[in-house]
């Protein structure tokens, strides 16, 4: 099986045709409905978050599970795939996390069919 990088163009897609695949993916893997629903989450994003995945599938990222992305930037990049369908941006974040801010790089990409985004996460 082949490595996929972090901010890979197709990781979407290949996710779309190999979903089992976000389980080894190297960093953390989120997806979500329109509504902010997570609808898988990864081993690697459990690990940095310290959550077990099971537990938070069927919550919403940003009021259960993560209210410090609620933020113009976070958010906002959201609302767009929201509103659109369509998001693919990559960018810096800093996560409010045990009192410390956690750096990570924000790789927010939708699904081929504009149902769903990734939220693919590393840690910088």
Not at 87 to 95: A, I, L, Q, R
Request: proline residues 5%; charged residues 25%.
């Amino acid at each position: 099986m082949e490595i996929i990088p972090f901010g890979s163009a197709d990781l979407d897609n290949i996710l779309a045709r190999e979903p089992q695949r976000a389980e080894y993916l190297p960093f953390g893997a989120v997806l979500l409905d329109r509504t902010g629903t997570i609808l898988k989450y990864n081993r690697a994003e459990g690990g940095i978050a310290n959550r077990n995945p099971a537990d938070v599938i069927g919550k919403n990222f940003f009021n259960e599970i993560a209210p410090c992305a609620k933020g113009k930037r976070f958010h906002g990049e959201f609302l767009r795939f929201h509103q659109t369908g369509q998001v693919n941006v990559m960018f810096d974040y800093k996560f409010a996390y045990k009192g410390a801010n956690v750096g990570v790089k924000i790789h927010m990409k939708s699904q081929p069919d504009g149902q769903s985004c990734w939220l693919f996460v590393k840690r910088v």
